[in-house]
């Protein structure tokens, strides 16, 4: 396996050498044409990144509302 890297700049991020084995993601994948491969990565990304934002904001609602029930 070859080194891997991600690095950032304050407007991108760069990924180098990285490999994903979960089946899911190989299976999308494979079903995405190559000429849009590049841009289906992308739309991954963003996708997975908003749903973890929403999901850390809902625990974190969660938590102060658990903690206000307590008082």
């Known amino acids: 396996m070859s080194a891997s890297s991600i ?3 304050d407007s991108a991020v760069q990924i180098t050498g990285v490999e994903l084995h979960h089946p899911d993601v ?3 994948f494979h079903t995405v044409e190559e000429e ?3 841009r ?3 739309r991954a990304v963003e996708v997975g ?3 973890l934002q929403r999901a ?3 625990q974190d609602f969660d938590f102060v509302r658990r ?3 307590r008082s």
């Open 36 to 38: 849009d491969l590049e």
């Open 7 to 9: 690095c950032f700049t």
């Open 40 to 42: 289906a990565f992308e």
């Open 26 to 28: 190989v299976q999308y």
């Open 56 to 58: 850390s904001a809902c």
């Open 49 to 51: 990144t908003f749903c």
């Open 67 to 69: 903690q206000v029930a």
